[in-house]
């Protein structure tokens, strides 16, 4: 028999054998999560960052950049536990006032983050949106915010919302001023104003109502965050600094909100079994 024979007979003898991929670990309490129905919609006070870096000599920017790990991480982790919609308060109207040159590397840092997030967003079917004052945002923020909105605007999984130049009172100020142009231009019809006309004219419309807000830092106060799609979310505030708040923390909070009992208006009795 020639060696080419030989190898023929020897590959002849060789079985072909599946190689399974190696199982991914999940927390089990992520488990335990998705077991039970969980929030539509979240909305995040990223608090804590400049805290964070102060507490350990570092420049306040360097904060923010550890916290943009969080959001990585939390973003991840309520895609897969199955979350409709993400909103993280980024940079409120009011941060403005900041000094200049924490403004200017907050902005720094929010390019590099729409670049570097760019492809995990678009391979994972998210959807990115953004609210606030978007006008005032620098043009080199603007350029890759409105380009990776576009790419991924016929994504079909979860909505991330990042809140910009946001304030939930100049927000419902925004939406008003909409409706009196709508009326004079002869496109709202005359009559009493409902919830669902006064919505529609918010940044978010299309969006479904935050059900659960989670503020960082041991801070206890809504600081101007959507205050109109809050009116009957559960708000949870924890101690730990946003550096820190990763996946465990964020299903720590999830876990408490699915304990609570959700009434909106009635009792407890109304309730279905």
């Known amino acids: 028999m020639d060696d080419a024979a030989r190898g023929r007979s020897g590959l002849a003898r060789i079985r072909c054998v599946a190689v399974k991929a190696p199982a991914v670990e999940r927390d089990p309490l992520e ?18 960052n400049g805290r964070w870096a ?15 790990n969080s959001v990585r991480e939390v973003t991840r982790t309520a895609r897969r536990i199955g979350l409709q919609a993400l909103t993280l308060y980024a940079f409120s109207a009011q941060n403005w006032s900041r000094p200049a040159d924490e403004v200017a590397g907050l902005m720094d840092l929010l390019r590099e983050y729409l670049e570097s997030e760019r492809k995990e967003i678009l391979e994972n ?48 100020a925004a939406a008003a001023e909409s409706l009196i142009e709508r009326a004079r231009a002869g496109t709202l019809p005359p009559g009493p104003l409902d919830v669902e006309t006064f919505a529609s004219a918010l940044w978010t419309h299309g969006l479904p109502p935050v059900d659960l807000v989670i503020r960082t830092s041991g801070e206890t106060r809504v600081s101007n965050f959507m205050l109109w ?6 708000f949870i505030f924890v101690d730990t600094l946003w550096p820190e708040f990763r996946a465990r923390q964020f299903l720590e909070a999830v876990l408490e909100y699915q304990q609570r009992e959700r009434r909106f208006g009635l009792t407890s009795a109304q309730l279905p079994k």
């Open 229 to 234: 799609q809050s009116a009957y979310a559960e």
């Open 125 to 172: 079917g998210i959807r990115l949106d953004a609210v606030g004052e978007l006008d005032r945002l620098p043009g080199f923020v603007r350029a890759p915010l409105e380009a990776v909105r576009e790419a991924s605007a016929r994504n079909r999984g979860m909505v991330l919302t990042l809140a910009l130049s946001y304030g939930g009172q100049e927000e419902i």
């Open 54 to 68: 102060e507490e350990r000599g570092l420049p306040r920017l360097e904060g923010h950049r550890e916290g943009s």
């Open 31 to 48: 488990l335990q999560i998705r077991e039970r129905p969980v929030p539509a919609h979240v909305g995040i006070i990223m608090d804590g």
